[in-house]
């Protein structure tokens, strides 16, 4: 017992478009739906939605006339479109091709002059260990930065600004104290019924 399978959406799409092709004629929509499940056994649940997809990629014409909506499609324009499409694909492979060209020209020239010879392989090892003595330097560099005159006086500035501020808030505690410990003081000395 083998189960009948489907058909693919693409499958539906060319057997619509066969529709359109073999009786090049105008159709309803319910006209569509008749034929595509009678003749090319597509449901007629899914006529609408292939046929909506097949107007959205310009392959199926539709128009609305009075209450009714219209679809046709042509055998002409199908091969006029793939005249335009195919053109339109030509013209991008051409210019793809020219630049592809232009940068094949451009690695040819500047591969001159990067031959390996043994002088260039000199200049590289050469290159390689002036850019390891650059790192080692700035590491070095870094090690000794905390006694650089601008940190030191970046640090001197930071810790003066510092001690302004906590002599600020020592400063207002001083005065506060004193007062509060004279208001305690007062506080003792009324009478207890207030």
């Known amino acids: 017992m083998s189960k009948k399978k489907g058909l693919s959406f693409e499958e539906k799409r060319a057997r619509v478009m066969e529709i359109f092709f073999e009786t090049k004629d105008v159709f309803q929509l319910k006209d569509i739906e008749k034929i595509a499940s009678k003749d090319k056994g597509i449901t007629s649940m899914s006529v609408k939605e292939v046929l909506q997809s097949l107007v959205d990629d310009g392959m199926v014409d539709t128009d609305r006339i009075g209450t009714s909506n219209y679809f046709w499609a042509f055998p002409g324009k199908a091969l006029h479109a793939r005249k335009r499409k195919l053109e339109e694909l030509q013209a991008q492979f051409a210019?793809?091709?020219?630049?592809?060209?232009?940068?094949?020209?451009?690695?040819?020239?500047?591969?001159?002059?990067?031959?390996?010879?043994?002088?260039?392989?000199?200049?590289?090892?050469?290159?390689?260990?002036?850019?390891?003595?650059?790192?080692?330097?700035?590491?070095?560099?870094?090690?000794?930065?905390?006694?650089?005159?601008?940190?030191?006086?970046?640090?001197?500035?930071?810790?003066?600004?510092?001690?302004?501020?906590?002599?600020?808030?020592?400063?207002?505690?001083?005065?506060?104290?004193?007062?509060?410990?004279?208001?305690?003081?007062n506080l003792s000395k009324r009478p207890s019924y207030c």
Do not use: F
């Open 95 to 185: 210019e793809t091709s020219q630049k592809k060209e232009i940068l094949q020209k451009g690695i040819e020239k500047s591969k001159i002059g990067r031959e390996n010879t043994a002088e260039r392989a000199a200049l590289m090892k050469e290159l390689s260990a002036l850019r390891q003595n650059k790192e080692q330097l700035k590491a070095e560099i870094e090690k000794y930065r905390e006694c650089d005159p601008d940190v030191v006086e970046e640090i001197r500035q930071t810790s003066k600004v510092a001690k302004e501020a906590a002599n600020r808030w020592t400063g207002v505690y001083a005065l506060i104290l004193p007062r509060t410990a004279s208001h305690e003081s």
